[in-house]
């Protein structure tokens, strides 16, 4: 079974710093672009970052770019989401999805709360 594994979430001060991990299984992890998504409560799902499953490349959001870092490890097939100078606007419900040639997956979600 395809499984994503999201963890990491949780409450933090503005200006704190969290890591989110997203453990994959089931598949072949490296042919897969990885992306991290958020939804915060009343907003649809937006993409923060995602990392190539080629070079490695990364993109980022205007709104996180700067402060987020993704980062990915094939051997552990997991890819990491360093979060800091968080925001109150950075709360959200995060996912992590896999997306590849043979189809799309997703994690279950993860909570970070931004307090200020």
């Known amino acids: 079974d395809v499984q994503l594994q999201a963890c990491g979430g949780g409450l933090v001060q503005a200006g704190g710093s969290l890591r989110l991990s997203c453990a994959a299984s089931?598949?072949?992890?490296?042919?897969?672009?990885i992306g991290w998504f958020r939804q915060a409560p009343g907003k649809e799902r937006e993409g923060v970052s995602c990392?190539?499953?080629?070079?490695?490349?990364?993109y980022y959001s205007k709104s996180v770019k700067g402060r987020f870092t993704i980062s990915r490890d094939n051997a552990r097939s997991t890819v990491y989401l360093q979060m800091n100078s968080l925001k109150p606007e950075d709360t959200a419900v995060y996912y992590c999805?896999?997306?590849?040639?043979?189809?799309?997956?997703w994690g279950q979600g993860t909570q970070v709360t931004v307090s200020s």
């Open positions: 999805r896999a997306s590849g040639a043979l189809g799309v997956y």
């Open positions: 990392v190539s499953s080629g070079d490695g490349g990364a």
């Open positions: 089931g598949f072949t992890f490296g042919d897969y672009d």
